[in-house]
């Protein structure tokens, strides 16, 4: 099995500013993915993440908003950029490792 | 469009009683996975369905698997109160909206 650890796992920001979620996975992985999660809301794939490779986002989700770097096999991020109130959300991470899925404890965030 | 749409997306059930709840995909990944989340916490790996006709068990859960239609089903047997949280099913890494399930005494 494969192991990620997600921090921070919780931050509140200022409206405007950056935020930067990292995940540490204890194995090598092809594949990262991220999701957002809103309150009452099921998670949202944001993008898609290979390493060597720029991340693949999905409809409604930009690089401009959400910039994702992929430097090797165990480690990604993703930043939450120019934030407002509407990204208020959990953030997770997640792999592939054989045939499971796992997932990063997630990282509440909440802009003010 | 890839989507994964499950129904319903509210149940309230009583004790004893049982359901099924679906999942219907449009990607052409098979494998399928579903997951509890309990209200504030994290998913829980419920079941990981690998191919055509894979059937399992947990308890009270049982889920299956038919690529040709793109269909999982998560049966319900004699619901539990335990068993009230939200279940989603998960194709190609992409989430369904989630069954609220409510088990009621």
């Known amino acids: 099995s494969a192991v990620i650890s997600q921090k921070p796992s919780r931050d509140i920001c200022q409206r405007g500013t950056s935020l930067t979620i990292q995940c540490q996975v204890d194995?090598?992985?092809?594949?990262m993915f991220w999701y957002r999660q809103q309150p009452g809301q099921s998670l949202t794939l944001i993008a898609t993440?290979?390493?060597?490779?720029?991340?693949?986002?999905e409809s409604g989700f930009v690089i401009d908003k959400f910039p994702i770097s992929r430097p090797n096999l165990t480690f990604s991020t993703l930043t939450v950029s120019n934030m407002s109130p509407e990204d208020s959300s959990i953030y997770l991470c997640?792999?592939?490792?054989?045939?499971?899925?796992?997932f990063g404890q997630g990282t509440r965030l909440t802009v003010v | 469009e890839l989507k994964v749409e499950q129904n319903p997306l509210f149940l309230s059930m009583q004790e004893g009683k049982n359901y099924t709840i679906y999942c219907n995909y449009s990607?052409?990944?098979?494998?399928l996975y579903w997951y509890r989340q309990d209200p504030g916490k994290s998913l829980e790996s419920l079941f990981v369905?690998?191919?055509?006709?894979a059937v399992k068990q947990e308890g009270r859960l049982m889920a299956s698997l038919d690529t040709k239609a793109r269909l999982s089903t998560l049966h319900i047997t004699a619901a539990v109160h335990d068993l009230s949280a939200t279940y989603f099913c998960?194709?190609?890494?992409?989430f369904g909206a989630g069954t609220r399930l409510t088990v009621k005494p």
């Open positions: 369905l690998l191919s055509n006709g």
């Open positions: 194995s090598q992985v092809t594949m």
């Open positions: 997640s792999s592939l490792w054989g045939t499971e899925a796992f």
């Open positions: 990607t052409t990944s098979d494998r």
């Open positions: 993440a290979n390493q060597g490779s720029e991340a693949t986002y």
């Open positions: 998960v194709n190609d890494m992409r």
